[in-house]
């Protein structure tokens, strides 16, 4: 991998990124502290107070859903609310060196893995194609060493509206939705260089080949059921409308147990806690195709390893907003409990992580990579953006610790199989895995 490092992504150039706002979506929000009148109906609220008076309160995982997915109205759906002038701002759409990066990570897995003759590229939650558009250039870069490698990009994205600005990135076209309503994949075309690229609805749909996967700020939009400890137990929190405010919702605690409690820890020591069950489909899914087929999952996303409370919170316009004001405008959020995800894979691949954003990123070789563009970079403009990325990314007090990483990986690739034999020894060994332990110089 330090090989790529100073070879061939070096000789890419610096490439111009979005103003960066000074909130980024790690921060801890609740609802209740909004004035009444900044409460619009929206056409989400209507459709869920509708829904609240006909069969009663909503779990907040199906508040998440209705509200960030629903096909008609769901926040996700029909805007593109990434960037400077959307809601939120993520770390590929703050520098190129966050994708670079993570493109050389996926060569070095499929180097280090034998070097199958079969590479799909799995992005799920691809946002505006960004990230997905950086490690490309890394992988046209490097062509050499993929030349027999017959690579292809599948993303899983639910928003339409997300998936046009995907395949203008990607493709630099519009691209039409198939005609064939059953088929699973919705869209298709051909990237830039020449890659095929597929979009799906669902990870259950993309093909089970040989294949690489990449979660970025993708599990926190995972719809969470959330409890609190009570004398009589683990009861959850609802939504209901709220009786003394017209047209405003609020949340309520269950008088007596409900299902999503089966997946609360025995031993659970804390009061208030998410679940995720959604996460635990995903990871499970993962975790199953990459023992059968090899490859490797990374996770990129805020969280923690089993230890936060309350984190569900929301974002708009770059601030942070009451999460039961004006649904379907703002985007709802909360950390993702990677101790969770590591349970889900557990007995099927390995996994390694959390590990901070900074601690990966510098491992992977991010002080390089940044002075190789300033060097490159004679616009002082420029050279201003790729340090203020740094920054951001890297701080500790910025997103260099609230971000964590997370990957799968098939047993084998830490025990070491045949595959990873040293000429020079008889015993197999495994390679360490790239950002995850420190750069070794070669
Ligand atoms: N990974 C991107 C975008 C993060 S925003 C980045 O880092 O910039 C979350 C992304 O997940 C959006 O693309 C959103 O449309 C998508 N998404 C949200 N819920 C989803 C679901 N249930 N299935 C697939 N994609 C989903």
Redesign the pocket.
Known sequence: MSVLVRSGVGQLCAVGRAAIPSIWRGKYFSSGNEPAENNPVTPMLRHLMYKIKSTGPITVAEYMKEV??NPAKGY?VHRDM?GDKGDFI????ISQIFGELLGIWFISEWMATGKSTAFQLV??????G??VGDILRVFSQLGSVLKNCDVSVHL????QK?SEVQALTLTEEKVPLERNAESPVYMKGVTKSGIPIFWY?DLHDVPKGHSFYLA???FD??PVHKFQKTPQGWREVFIDIDPQVSDKLRFVLAPSATPAEVFIQHDETRDHIEVCPDAGVIIEELSRRIALTGGAALVADYGHDGTKTDTFRGFCGHKLHDVLIAPGTADLTADVDFSFLRRMAQGKVASLGPITQHTFLKNMGIDVRLKVLLDKSNEPSMKQQLLQGYDMLMNPKKMGERFNFFALLPHQRLQGGRDQMNARQSKPFASPVAGFSELAWQ
């Open positions: 960030l997915t996700y990434l993520t770390s590929p759409e992005e799920l939650g691809p946002g505006r960004t990230l899983v994205e639910v928003s997300l609805r970025h700020e993708f939009v995972l």
